[in-house]
């Protein structure tokens, strides 16, 4: 007789979900555990290369070596340049007319018709041409008296090429000195800065600025050549003292004009050229009067 088959039992539901709560759980820790084992690995990777390569720290060789490259690729403005730039709005330019001597104007050029030429050579003899520099927000004008005593009417000319005529208001004949007055001033007038010669020495750069000869305004560089000099004109009619010599280009033209620092600060006023042949042109010995005597002569303050 054969033997009764027991029944095979229905498969579980429970336990086919517990096992894949256990893959899915088995395969997860793997992927953190892989996951730790890559940033583990990053992290020793970055440790070592801190370790091993330290960050280059910026030493100062570095940092003059890009200025220098700097540089080269544009370079910076000379000391002379920006005194230059400082002192330029302040410049004018001074015309005196019907002027006894004529000072300052290149000879009449050479024109074909005879009278012609000698109506442009009067004209050229009655005119002076000087410089000024402004020194106050009212429009005052320091220059040298030799350009504009003794004439008709004066002309101004502004750094931004506006006119007008002016008046004498001032006047300081043993230092040579003049204020004048425009009557009509530009809206962007801009004084110059003065500054003591208490610490001025032989050897110290100065720059001249003005109209030589009627170009400019004109800039040419020097230094200190002395202070506390004399002079006499040629003629004798003119005798000044405690001045400052210097050696920067100055001709006729250039009277009036401003004696600066390198910081385009005003030293003094030109005020004369000495040249033993007795000619009117620049050797290389200037004088300007120093800007407290100038300043205080003709009634303002000089700081």
Do not use: C
Request: proline share 8%; hydrophobic share 40%; aromatic share 4%.
């Amino acid at each position: 007789m054969a033997e009764p088959v027991s029944p095979v039992p229905a498969p579980n539901p429970a336990d086919g979900a517990s096992r894949w709560l256990k893959g899915t759980l088995q395969a997860h820790r793997l992927l953190l555990v892989a996951v730790a084992t890559v940033l583990g690995l990053a992290a020793g990777i970055a440790l070592d290369r801190q370790f091993v390569e330290p960050q280059r720290v910026v030493t100062q060789d570095d940092i003059d070596r890009a200025v220098r490259a700097s540089l080269e690729k544009e370079p910076l403005p000379s000391q002379a340049a920006k005194a230059y730039e400082t002192i330029r709005p302040s410049i004018v330019r001074v015309d005196g007319f019907d002027h006894p001597e004529g000072v300052g104007n290149l000879p009449a050029p050479l024109v074909p018709d005879e009278k012609k030429q000698d109506e442009k050579k009067a004209s050229a003899e009655r005119q002076s041409v000087g410089t000024g520099v402004v020194i106050t927000e009212q429009g005052s004008i320091l220059t040298n008296l030799h350009v504009v005593v003794g004439t008709s009417h004066v002309r101004v000319v502004f750094a931004d090429g506006s006119e007008s005529e002016a008046v004498i208001t001032g006047v300081d004949p043993d230092n040579d000195l003049a204020v004048i007055q425009a009557r009509k001033l530009p809206d962007d007038l801009q004084p110059a800065t003065l500054i003591t010669t208490g610490d001025l020495r032989p050897g110290d750069e100065v720059l001249a600025v003005g109209f030589p000869f009627g170009f400019g305004p004109s800039a040419s560089t020097g230094v200190v050549s002395g202070l506390k000099r004399e002079f006499v004109s040629s003629d004798g009619k003119r005798a000044l003292s405690n001045l400052i010599q210097f050696d920067a280009a100055a001709n006729p033209g250039n009277s009036g004009g401003p004696l600066v620092n390198m910081e385009g600060e005003v030293l003094g006023i030109v005020t004369a050229i000495l040249n033993p042949l007795q000619q009117r042109f620049f050797v290389g010995l200037a004088f300007a009067v120093p800007i407290e005597n100038a300043a205080s002569a003709v009634g303002v303050p000089p700081f």
